[in-house]
């Protein structure tokens, strides 16, 4: 007897518990196994560049809160360096390190998020989650001593940043490097070490190094994959020249090996915010820039290393106080399209694992 | 009123009923006590299950809490002890949904028969030496056959929700019980074995006899029913059936209000009574060497019991999920043929002990060295043996570099 089969169609989100917002992947499977996924995007689109350009430069700051909304001070970071290159401004020391010390703090809060909901793709029943959030938490009162916001910060400003740290930021931004790798090692022997999660994400989602250099993927994904790649160090901005780090690359470009990548990347920057913190000149922390920018008709693009890999803004003047272009070049859309060549050939639950390891935000998958 | 007689005695609070059931059975017709005997246990039971449920309920969302580094629950009442009533009358008060393309007859029974299986358990489990509803004497048999029932009305409500989440919870589930059902089978063999008795109480009288617990004569069984058990129960790192970040909610996807309520329900009596058998036939049920005697038997069981679960609601919040193929490969490949060599030795020690005629006190010790040796010989060996020791598993770090460029992918760490 034959029995009569066929190919049978899921769709995973747009309302589902781990695509981490509104992303929606339609699987379609044969039993439990994908032979086809679609990746379809936009439920989160806002027009963000289109609206950028009837905005002034300085306006748009807030804007870029809103991309990766887990990682503000990044994108603030990022969007500046792209003004000041166009306007040809520098910054100063003080100013660069402060930058430096809060992409730092905001790479570890990213990653805590990103680990914490990759240990739940894996299924653990919230706790490396809530472990997580409790370190974040402190990164977030940082952040909100310095600048009075916890997640949409807008801290970073072009020529610097808005506000000089408070007396009471030193001590406490300290005491909590001296605490982190104590906490990275419990994480470490809670996961890392942690058989299960070793057999569900060991050669899952495999992304070889070439089809990650083609897919232009950046950040954890591109060195998970073995590829020794970190615009830190590539091409450095801010004070990162001066600090001495190491890069962690994986050997085999699966799941696991993008997770311990991240693992790793929160003890090397515990290792920058030590030295940061301890080099951080005295001195004005931003220059004067008038309040309606007009830069000279060119175009610029800087960027950085975000926690989810290379985030870039594309700007173009025409010497108006708006922007003619403004195009943002997003880690987590990027590092998002070889997805399906990942998981074609695994099953539901492998897929999860999968899209859990790259480490998306939706709003800055849809901008 | 004769049947109050020794109803102070509560080392046995079957006593008070037995003596009702006697005044019965002497004043009125002969089919009353049995009728009168059922409806008091049934109640009991199910009294016994839901208090458990209501505590347990708010005493695995605290622990968890404190696990998790948070507070849990602490509004409702004192430490927030009443957030379960909270729950309940959530659950009962909300809208319970059936979907517009349901199967609904089976939509409405799956919740209803859940909760059966687990219900009936506790007709065999025996809380003190008189305190089991029915002491049949195919009692362990009677645990297996009951306990396999849970697959089809789960199966019921994953194909009648119309959901392929749903449908695809559901066949795990069925898939993982009927393989669990075999190792957790050929673990409880090992008892029967060497107690020569499918009686509960038989069992339990076995274990007080001869001075000792079955968890020391049958460490690896035990582990094999603890795995199962947790696997039936459907709890972290098992609950593949409606495992949260894959397929939603499994099985019970569409189920809300009171029917979704009967699903966690019969959750938790599950998970009550795979702690009540581990308890009563490994752990020597309400005996505890001699303390029988001066604390009721039903408390010293109640404290096994509820430390056993109290290690569900641990492993919930430490372990991640297995994949459903590592699941299934794990019963066939090791669960099953450890069992299998198990009961060959069980055998033949019960056959060195009986054909010789050895003394039970001279044996049993040694017995219980020779078998944990065997265990932790076995799982290394069959560990050993399946390439868990392989490189690829072993968990690494990742590599640090300076120089940028260049490519490692594929090079051994």
Redesign the interface.
Known sequence: MTMKSEP?V?NVGPQ???THGVFRLRFTLDG?RIVDAEMIMGYLHRSMEKLAEGRTYIQNIPFTDRLDYLSAMSNNLAYCMAVEKLMGIEVPERGQFLRVIMAEFQRIANHAMAIGSF?????????PM??MF?DREKILDLFEMTCGARLTTNYVRIGGVSFDIPPEFMPAATALVKELPERIAEYES?L?????????S??VGVL??ELAIAASTSGPVL?G??????IR??DPYAAYDRLDF????????DC??RF??R??ELR?SVRILEQALAMLPEGPASVEVPLALRPPVGEAYARIEAPKGELGFYLVSDGSPHPQRFHIRSPSFINLTPLRDMVLGL????A?VTL?SIDIVLGEVDR | MIFLAEWWDVRDLGNAVGALLEWLGDHGPDWLPYIVSAVVGSITIVVFLLTSLLVFAWVERRL?GR????MGPNRVGPWGAFQSVADAIKFVTKEAITSANADRWVFWLAPILVVVPALVVFAVIPFNEGMILADLNVGVLFLVAVGSVTAIPIFMAGWSSNN??SL?GAMREVAMLISYEIPLVLALLGVVIFTNTMRMNGIVGWQDEHNTWLVFLQPLAVLIYFICGAVEINR??T?IAE??????AGYHTEYSGIKFGMFWLAEYFAGFAIAAIIATLYLGGWTLWGLEEWVPGWMIFLVKLYGLFWFFIWM???????????LMAFAWKVLLPLGLINIFFAGLEVLLWQENDLPAEAVLPGFAIANLVLAVVLIAAWAQLLGRGRP??????????????????????
């Open positions: 049978f899921v589902h518990p781990s439990e240990a739940m793709e894996c299924g653990v029943w919230f706790t809530m472990w409790r809670l890392l070490e942690n058989e299960i999660i070793v057999v569900r060991r050669d070889p190094p060195r994959s073995g590829v020794m790649w970190d160090k590539a190491d890069i962690p690359v994986g050997t085999r470009g696991y090996d311990i990548v693992m790793e090397q099953t539901i639950p492998d999860i859990g | 968890i696990i998790q580094a948070r392929k989440f695809m972290t790192p609950d495992a949260e970040s894959e397929i939603v919930r919040g430490t372990l991640p999920r297995l994949r459903i193929d590592q690829q598993y072993r968990p690494t770090r990742a590599r640090l570099v300076k120089e940028l460029g260049a490519v490692i992918y594929g090079e051994e760490a």
